[in-house]
């Protein structure tokens, strides 16, 4: 970084981060969009596709000494059999006319060159990837480029979800690994996240690992995302693909079923995710590890805690039925329950509303349930409780109204008139 600041003539803000979430260990390095002087940074496009890196190679000589001939020998020996896009697959196409490859001409009688020429076709044909036509002359196939460089992003995402899987203490074999893929799909995939991330920092793409109910690990890339979109960690999820109809999507759909996991709501007082889910007939037997498993003991205390409650019963046949009205018995308990716990920590009444009202007042903070975050709102000494939704957050301390509608409330920055109005 000093060598490209006399290079460019001015200093540099920069940060930098080491990486070693793929096959190769790299580092990334953010530099500020503004020279010394405060005016934007310009730099040659050839300085930044060629100029640092031989300026890093030149620096690393000098530091390590020279490459030698065994050494170089080595590194491209060792890309014979990777399943990524390499420096061997770069000269092959540079050679190849029509994707057509012929490995005895004249420029290729370096006996080095031709071994690891030789042996990377062969791996190629391996992968489905090239053809011999006749001895000497392969034939590439037309996308050899992008499928291998897709093959490399796979073989890191199969080496992330074994670190990530490693780190939760969770164990799985490499046929329980999955990439979802970009495609249509007859169901979702359901599971608990054990791992969020950035696969790019340079364009914000998120990445999530789920623990599926199908007791496979999936690794799926969801795009950029908006803070309050990135799920927690052991938060169940729902991860859907292509829709039927319309345009495909660029990355799958990922929606937050529960901010926590089955054991936390196996005995919670309201309503819960595992609720819609006791109501659903799965078919096959029942896992008995991951986060099946657990999802299959939650479900089982879930029943008991629902039955013992008068909200379900368990016939003698032992079918398991939820009462009516079920849910809104639950939804009146969770919300009794957070009234007298806030009207003594707040020190105010409770003044409930109505779909169709406005809300008036303070944003206070957010309480988080299983089923979504509840907004306090505040008004001198009584409060109310509404929906929260993100763009909330941005007034938090300030004077809000809120329209509650049929199924949302929108929220805007109180002016000055609804205060004088008082809470509605």
Do not use: C
């Not at 096959?23 to 969009?33: A, S």
């Not at 010394?36 to 640092?52: F, N, P, W």
């Amino acid at each position: 970084m000093r060598q490209m600041e006399q290079d460019l003539d001015t200093k540099l803000d920069w940060v930098a981060v080491d990486h070693f979430n793929t096959g190769h260990p790299h580092t990334h390095i953010v530099i500020r969009g503004k020279d010394e002087r405060g005016k934007d940074l310009v730099i040659a496009r050839d300085y930044i596709a060629h100029g640092v890196r031989a300026r890093a190679q030149h620096l690393v000589t000098l530091e390590l000494g020279p490459e030698n001939d065994v050494e170089r020998a080595q590194k491209l020996l060792n890309e014979v059999d990777n399943e990524r896009f390499t420096r061997l697959d770069r000269a092959l196409l540079a050679k190849a006319k029509d994707n057509v490859v012929v490995l005895m001409s004249a420029d290729e009688r370096h006996p080095l060159r031709q071994t690891l020429s030789a042996g990377r076709l062969q791996n190629l044909q391996r992968l489905g990837l090239a053809v011999e036509r006749r001895p000497g002359v392969w034939a590439l196939d037309a996308e050899l480029e992008p499928k291998l460089r897709r093959l490399g992003e796979r073989a890191d995402a199969y080496k992330m979800m074994q670190r990530a899987l490693t780190d939760a203490g969770i164990e799985r074999a490499g046929t329980q690994l999955a990439v979802f893929e970009r495609g249509r799909r007859q169901a979702p995939v359901v599971g608990r996240t054990i791992a969020v991330g950035l696969v790019d920092e340079i364009s914000d793409r998120h990445y999530v690992i789920v623990d599926g109910m199908d007791g496979r690990a999936h690794y799926a890339e969801l795009g950029r995302l908006r803070p309050d979109e990135v799920p927690a960690r052991g938060a169940i999820v729902s991860l859907v693909s292509d829709s039927l109809h319309g345009r495909p999507r660029s990355a799958p759909r990922l929606k937050v079923l529960s901010p926590v996991g089955p054991q936390d709501l196996a005995t919670y007082d309201g309503p819960t995710w595992l609720d819609q889910s006791l109501a659903v007939k799965r078919e096959g037997p029942a896992p008995v590890t991951g986060f099946g498993g657990q999802l299959e003991t939650a479900l089982e205390l879930r029943r008991r805690w629902l039955s013992e409650r008068g909200l379900a019963e368990i016939r003698t046949s032992g079918e398991w039925v939820a009462k009516p009205g079920m849910r809104q018995a639950l939804e009146a308990r969770e919300r009794l329950r957070l009234e007298q716990n806030l009207s003594r920590e707040l020190d105010a009444a409770y003044v409930p509303t109505a779909r169709g009202s406005r809300v008036v007042g303070v944003y206070d903070h957010a309480i988080a349930t299983p089923s979504g975050k509840i907004a306090v709102i505040r008004r001198d000494d009584t409060f109310t409780l509404a929906q929260w939704t993100p763009a909330l957050e941005a007034y938090r301390g300030r004077a809000v109204v809120g329209s509650i509608g049929p199924s949302r409330v929108t929220w805007s920055l109180d002016r000055g008139r609804g205060l004088s109005q008082g809470l509605s």
